[in-house]
């Protein structure tokens, strides 16, 4: 009986955690609130922004972020985290600033910032398609990766004019990033995810540690 109790509180503790790091997303654009000239010559230069909030019990966590790609139905990933990086999420709200800069060379260039800090997170690169946008991603498959933002094309629906892309359709499908080649014949895209675990804090020997944090922000570089 004690060793059933037991069994059943450590399944219980796993399903609490597992539920106390749900993420719920949220988006906007800051570059709405930029004047009506601004916002025209970001549009004509091709320039995307997106600013992703991530909302939960976070406490302390460290968060590992990965691009995942696909193409051709196979998925690669990569951590786009150096290891020296600690990007601990203190509290419930921890918000990411997205934008996509098109290159002369049919490449655009993703950065990634830190919105409370300003602090760059990650620099990336990928093939332009007029097709594709940077896109919202408010379902979750698993219950360790969370899916922050994607760079993706919409539904394709077929009309008498022309194919039609529906963006809108893939946002609120409540089909998770992995499935949308499955579900609805998407591919070559990319989704970045985060991935939330328990932060270590720096040993003595640790030649470089760079903690990212609205709070208690630190770095280091021992010679």
């Given at each position: 009986?004690?060793?059933?109790?037991?069994?059943?509180?450590?399944?219980?503790?796993?399903?609490?955690?597992v539920?106390?790091q749900?993420?719920?997303?949220?988006?906007?654009?800051?570059?709405?609130?930029?004047?009506?000239i601004?916002?025209?010559?970001?549009?004509?230069?091709?320039?995307?922004?997106?600013?992703?909030?991530?909302?939960?019990?976070?406490?302390?966590?460290?968060?590992?972020?990965?691009?995942?790609?696909?193409h051709?139905?196979?998925?690669?990933?990569?951590?786009?985290?150096?290891?020296?990086?600690?990007?601990?999420?203190?509290?419930?709200?921890?918000?990411?600033?997205?934008?996509?800069?098109?290159?002369?060379?049919?490449k655009?260039?993703?950065?990634?910032?830190h919105?409370?800090?300003?602090?760059?997170?990650?620099?990336?690169?990928?093939?332009?398609?007029?097709?594709?946008?940077?896109?919202?991603?408010?379902?979750?498959?698993g219950?360790e990766?969370?899916?922050?933002?994607?760079?993706?094309?919409?539904?394709?629906?077929?009309?008498?004019?022309?194919?039609?892309?529906?963006?809108?359709?893939?946002?609120?499908?409540?089909?998770e990033?992995?499935?949308?080649?499955?579900?609805?014949?998407?591919?070559?895209?990319?989704?970045?995810?985060?991935t939330?675990?328990?932060?270590?804090?720096?040993?003595?020997?640790?030649?470089?540690?760079?903690?990212?944090?609205?709070?208690?922000?630190?770095a280091?570089?021992?010679?």
């Open positions: 009986m004690k060793k059933s109790f037991i069994a059943f509180l450590i399944a219980f503790i796993c399903i609490v955690d539920r106390a749900q993420i719920k997303m949220e988006y906007n654009d800051k570059t709405l609130s930029l004047p009506e601004m916002r025209q010559y970001l549009r004509i230069k091709g320039v995307q922004s997106i600013s992703a909030t991530m909302k939960g019990e976070f406490n302390g966590k460290r968060g590992k972020i990965k691009r995942i790609s696909c051709n139905g196979e998925f690669a990933e990569k951590e786009m985290l150096e290891d020296f990086i600690h990007f601990v999420l203190v509290d419930s709200v921890e918000t990411l600033d997205f934008m996509a800069v098109p290159t002369n060379d049919g655009m260039i993703l950065e990634c910032v919105s409370a800090t300003g602090q760059p997170m990650f620099s990336d690169t990928l093939d332009i398609d007029k097709n594709k946008i940077l896109l919202e991603t408010y379902t979750a498959g219950d990766e969370f899916p922050i933002i994607a760079y993706s094309s919409g539904i394709k629906i077929g009309s008498e004019i022309d194919t039609m892309i529906w963006y809108c359709g893939l946002r609120d499908s409540g089909v990033p992995r499935k949308w080649h499955e579900k609805h014949n998407i591919d070559d895209y990319v989704y970045y995810t985060v939330l675990e328990e932060d270590t804090p720096p040993g003595d020997n640790t030649s470089v540690y760079l903690k990212v944090a609205k709070k208690g922000r630190e280091f570089h021992r010679h």
